[in-house]
C-alpha cells in the first residue's frame, strides 16, 4: 500500500466532504407541523394533541390522544426526521432541570436525549412525562 495515494485519497474525502456541506447546508429545524406530520407517517393511527419543540429544533415531544398511554418523540438526525411512540416501559429515567429534561431511556439506539425548552413549553413537557412516570410508579406499585 503506498502512502502518498493513501493521504492523498483521504484529502479528497475531506474536500469533497466540506464542498458538499457548503453547496447543500442543512438548515432545516423541527416545527410543530413537521413534527405532526412525520409522526402521522411513522404511526398512521396516531392522532397527535400537541406539540413542544426543544429551543434547538432538533428533539420534539408529541402528545397523543391516540394510541393511548403512548406519546411521540421526534428527532432531527441531518435531513431525516427519526420517529418513536414511546410507552412508560421504554424510559428508564427521567431528569428535570430549571431549563431541561433529560429522557434516559432503554434503548440502545438513542440512550439518552437532552431537550432544553422555554419555561411554559417546559411545563407542558413536564405534566406531559410525570403522567408517564407516574403510571410506572403505579404498575410497580401493585
Do not use: W
Not at 7 to 25: E, N, R, W, Y
Not at 28 to 44: C, E, Q, S, T, W
Not at 54 to 67: E, H
Amino acid at each position: 500500500m503506498d502512502l502518498g495515494l493513501t493521504l492523498g485519497s483521504l484529502v479528497a474525502i475531506i474536500v469533497l466532504a466540506l464542498l458538499t456541506a457548503k453547496l447543500f447546508p442543512n438548515t432545516g429545524r423541527l416545527d410543530a407541523d413537521r413534527v405532526a406530520r412525520n409522526i402521522v407517517r411513522y404511526a398512521p393511527e396516531a392522532q397527535v394533541a400537541d406539540v413542544m419543540v426543544d429551543a434547538t429544533g432538533n428533539v420534539a415531544l408529541a402528545a397523543l390522544d391516540a394510541p393511548a398511554d403512548c406519546f411521540g418523540l421526534a428527532r432531527l438526525l441531518g435531513d431525516r426526521v427519526v420517529c418513536r411512540l414511546l410507552t412508560s416501559a421504554d424510559i428508564r429515567k427521567v431528569y428535570k432541570d430549571h431549563a431541561r429534561i433529560t429522557l434516559v431511556l432503554n434503548d440502545f439506539t438513542q440512550p439518552e436525549i437532552t431537550l432544553t425548552m422555554p419555561a411554559a413549553t417546559l411545563a407542558q413537557a413536564t405534566k406531559l412525562l410525570d403522567g408517564f412516570a407516574n403510571r410506572e410508579e403505579a404498575t410497580h406499585a401493585a
